[in-house]
């Protein structure tokens, strides 16, 4: 899930419509209420996309979700064509928390575990690395054709999307 995060108006180097210009997006309190916890098996796992300067709002949709934190990932963006945004530092990162929906799924084979920090070019605005797809779906290869994507920009075979490009 890669939900639309609300950044807070930040002046001239981050203001909030940059984002805004790219996407609508919405309001913690609105993203914490969509019935995500409808559309999930009792056992699954959320793969949650979060800006650094957003985490704790992360924690929040996971818990809102009836998910528990288990662990993160974390995609080091490397070049890009658009600017690094940050207020205090150049965000070179994004994190990735996951958490686990009753028993979780059970535990990837060690050859399918990703690491903990993954390297992949940073292309548009908000676009996540086709890399990501490929690990999921080589950690929990008994799953495949039960993977959803919310907040979509793309289709992907043997994967439901959810989104409002989709």
Known sequence: ADPPWRYPST?????????ENQYPTMPIED????????????DAMLFLWVPSSLVRQGYQVLDAWGFEYSTQLVWHKKGGKNPYFGHV????????????????????????KPLSV?????????????????????MYPDFKGNFCELFA?????GWSSWGNEV
């Open 118 to 138: 993954f390297e992949a070019p940073k292309t548009e605005h908000s676009k996540k690395p086709e890399l990501v797809y490929d690990m999921l779906e080589r």
């Open 89 to 112: 530092a150049f965000q070179v990162h994004e994190t990735i928390l996951v958490g686990k929906r009753g028993k979780g799924l059970p535990e990837p084979k060690p050859k399918n």
């Open 11 to 19: 002046g001239e180097s981050g203001s909030r419509l940059r984002i």
């Open 31 to 42: 993203i914490c209420a969509l019935p995500v916890a409808s559309i999930c098996d009792d």
């Open 153 to 157: 920009r793309n289709t992907r075979p």
